[in-house]
């Protein structure tokens, strides 16, 4: 079975441009978690989606940042515009909402210059 | 807000050694507490999930502990392997929410 999805798996961008990072999660998953990791802060949960509508958005840090989930197999986060403190590791994970043990992605390592 | 403490924050050992991994959090009224692993560059490796109404839970060398009026569960690791070197999470789970502690990093020697 594949398990969670995302690309790019590297993306190297310059301060001001717009970034798109893709996932898609475990078919017949109905949750979906997008997380940032960094030395400083460690894990950290930005968004979560249920049946594509977000629920919590508390931990996306600010209005540069947005996420999407058009259907059950596809979501988007976007930074617009890019700045260097964006440079980190960023995971998709799904899970069943019943059961909510979370699967990972592979993650994007995301540098801005 | 759920705080995460993991001891010890590295650990080497021989091969062949046990292992054994402490975390311990702040709010009780967890759903369930996941460990994972992460090998360097690479994403989370759900290893055990425990519910919060069981004590344990095993899976081959691996054996999770919880004991969540305390705020504490242990992984057990028995007889290390070299290909166990990687750093261990663990992520108590209030609702949806996972939150997580540093981390261990263990170095198994071989």
């Known amino acids: 079975d594949a398990g969670v999805i995302q690309s790019p798996r590297h993306e190297v961008t310059e301060m001001g441009q717009e970034v798109t990072l893709r996932c898609k999660p475990i078919s017949g998953h109905n949750s979906l978690f997008w997380y940032r990791q960094t030395m400083m802060r460690g894990l950290e949960l930005l968004i979560y989606?249920?049946?594509?509508?977000?629920?919590?958005d508390s931990g996306m840090p600010e209005d540069r940042f947005s996420a999407k989930m058009p259907n059950a197999s596809f979501s988007t986060l976007k930074i617009q515009p890019s700045e260097p403190r964006d440079s980190a590791v960023y995971f998709c994970a799904s899970s069943l909402s019943t059961t909510y043990e979370q699967y990972f992605g592979p993650g994007t390592r995301l540098t801005v210059t | 807000k759920q705080e995460v403490t993991q001891i010890p924050a590295a650990l080497s050992v021989p091969e062949g050694e046990n292992l054994v991994l402490n975390c311990s959090f702040t709010d009780s009224a967890i759903y369930n507490l996941q460990w994972f692993r992460q090998d360097p560059g690479k994403g989370l490796t759900s290893l055990l999930l425990?519910?919060?109404?069981?004590r344990e839970q095993t899976s081959g060398r691996l054996n999770a502990s919880l004991d969540k009026s305390s705020g504490r569960s242990t992984l057990y690791i028995a007889a290390s392997q070299p290909g166990d070197s990687a750093t261990y999470l663990c992520?108590?789970?209030?609702?949806?929410?996972?939150?997580f502690g540093a981390g261990t990093t263990v170095t198994v020697r071989a």
């Open positions: 989606f249920n049946n594509n509508v977000p629920i919590d």
């Open positions: 992520a108590p789970a209030n609702d949806y929410k996972l939150s």
């Open positions: 425990i519910q919060s109404s069981q």
